[in-house]
């Protein structure tokens, strides 16, 4: 729990450090792309906690016949073996399919696993509204994109424009796109900012 707990830190250091933030500038990757792997990351991070603490979880138990890794016969299998199967529930709670071939056995671990489907369904509906969400305005620009370069395609073929200037115009309506939806973003951004606060943001 302290190593998690330094973990969070760590991210949060990371998150905030100039070196991290000129790094996502230089890559120039796309907002929605990062928040998807935001997403993957704390999706990771959390079925990998709950299945090493539902393991857990069973080594506290007095009778050892009364516990879900005995009674799914790994306890003398190899670690990895057992991280796996650990995983596998906690990836099974979490979407909701509960194929019910590792039930919890003990009060504890009944006890566990509704905590952990309650947070899991809440995660997991939280997890599929941002990724729809990000998806859409995704599909959305590069649809506005896509039909712009149609339209430069098909304008090309009819006047048999050059490949060299069908290419520089190509290029010019990327980059102006890419540049409108940023100043679109910060026009946006400065509306929604007090009056008394939009000087320094200006400056």
């Known amino acids: 729990m302290l190593r998690i707990v330094r973990l969070f830190k760590i991210v949060n250091l990371l998150k905030n450090s100039a070196s991290f933030k000129r790094l996502l500038q230089f ?3 796309n907002v929605g792309v990062q928040r998807i792997l935001m997403i993957a990351g704390s999706i990771i991070f959390m079925v990998h906690l709950f299945a090493c603490l539902y393991f857990l979880l069973s080594t506290f138990e007095d009778d050892d016949d009364n ?3 005995v009674y799914s016969g790994i306890i003398d299998a190899e670690p990895s073996y057992q991280y796996i199967y650990s995983m596998y529930w906690a990836l099974q709670t979490l979407t909701t399919v509960g194929y019910g071939d ?3 056995r003990s009060i504890f671990e009944k006890i566990f696993a509704l905590v952990w489907m309650i947070i899991g369904v809440g995660f997991y509906s939280f997890t599929i509204g941002n990724l729809s969400s ?3 305005s995704i599909d959305v620009k590069a649809a506005q994109l896509q039909l712009k370069l149609n339209v430069l395609a098909d304008f090309a073929k009819r006047t048999k424009l050059s ?3 069908q290419n520089r115009i190509k290029l010019f309506i990327e980059n102006n796109y890419t540049e409108h ?3 679109s ?3 946006i951004l400065l ?3 007090p009056s008394s606060m939009r000087s320094d943001f200006v400056s």
């Open 185 to 187: 973003e910060q026009r």
């Open 191 to 193: 509306s929604e900012v």
């Open 27 to 29: 890559i120039n990757m």
């Open 163 to 165: 490949e060299e200037i």
């Open 181 to 183: 939806s940023a100043m």
């Open 67 to 69: 516990n879900w890794v």
């Open 134 to 136: 990000i998806f859409n």
């Open 102 to 104: 590792i039930p919890a």
